[in-house]
């Protein structure tokens, strides 16, 4: 079969990449306002390079309803078009690229941040945006390295491609650059607390001594408030979606009483429990869910699956 590009599909990576190339630029070295439109832009380049992929696989996964798939639709772009989520769902189930939950929960990240951008503006410090950004962009860079077959790639695409990652280092000079000055005080800090992942800008940062605060990005919030953005960020849960029987992770705090303790079940784990108020930290194995109550509990030598309010309370 030949194997021609469509009209679409050519449009899809190129403008893909054009709207990459510009996010990049808006990013480096924007004010409030470019940074505003380099999240738009890369918030759609990104959606254009994934699609770009599937429809290497078959030019009818970029329609919503396969179904209603036809040549002429394509050619017209007259269809509606598979949303980002389907998108992502595609590439795994039919194209055997699974993403991440890391980099799934950072793609969620970026388009909710743009719907809110494009709603009340900005309200996140100029350093969280571009850091949470430069890892997105980090993560479509390897995406086109490891899935896009160069040899299917025109001059102009080519010609992309390269000034993206030009453009790139540069960017990523500044985030390291940031980093290394701030090491000393991070690694200070974590002698004397926990220091975690960064709901806001995804840098291992934010410091937990009675609330939590992050030193690269500068956001800032109660323990319960910062737990709550963490287990949406980070671990793509929120409050509203344990319908399929996913638990919502945040508990009571066993040794300050704040419902701040976070069960990270994250694959590259970061910590195993945490509290966001206090700073307290457990172990994967330090603690478990009380066969009884179901409550979380921190396991003692002779372990039997309860908690020490149910082992009172079967004794009493
Ligand atoms: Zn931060
Ligand atoms: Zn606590
Ligand atoms: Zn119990």
């Known amino acids: 079969m030949k194997k021609d590009k469509g009209l679409l599909e050519f449009d899809l990576l190129e403008n893909g990449l054009d709207f990459i190339i510009f996010a990049i630029n808006q990013l480096k070295n924007g004010g409030k306002n470019e940074l505003k439109y380099g999240i738009l832009h890369l918030s759609a380049g990104v959606d254009l390079v994934l699609k770009y992929r599937l429809s290497q696989e078959h030019w009818s996964l970029l329609f919503a309803d396969i179904n209603t798939a036809n040549t002429d639709k394509l050619n017209s772009g007259d269809f509606k078009s598979v949303d980002s989520v389907g998108c992502i769902d595609r590439l795994k189930r039919i194209c055997g690229i699974e993403l991440s939950e890391k980099e799934v929960n950072q793609l969620k990240h970026l388009r909710d941040r743009r719907n809110r951008l494009e709603h009340f503006g900005i309200t996140e410090s100029v350093a969280a945006l571009k850091s949470s950004t430069f890892k997105v962009l980090n993560f479509i860079l390897n995406f086109i390295n490891e899935h896009i077959d160069y040899s299917g790639l025109n001059e102009t695409e080519e010609s992309l491609l390269e000034s993206i990652r030009e453009q790139f280092r540069d960017f ?45 990005c500068g956001v800032s919030g109660d323990g319960e408030e910062m737990a709550g953005n963490f287990v949406f960020q980070i671990l793509g849960i929120s409050s509203y979606d344990t319908k399929d029987g996913t638990e919502y992770p945040i ?31 457990w172990s994967e194995q330090e603690k478990a869910y009380c066969e009884t109550c179901g409550h979380p509990y921190s396991k003692s030598e002779y372990d039997i699956g309860m908690c020490s309010n149910c082992i009172e309370y079967r004794i009493g």
């Open 172 to 216: 990523e000079e500044f985030i390291q650059k940031r980093l290394e000055s701030l090491k000393p005080k991070i690694e200070s800090h974590k002698r004397m607390t926990a220091v975690t992942i960064c709901p806001t800008c995804y840098q291992d940062a934010l410091v937990i001594d009675d609330g939590a605060s992050c030193l690269f």
């Open 251 to 281: 508990y009571e705090c066993s040794e300050c009483g704040a419902e701040s303790l976070v069960h990270s079940r994250l694959e590259d784990e970061v910590f195993g429990w945490l509290c966001f108020t206090c700073g307290t930290e």
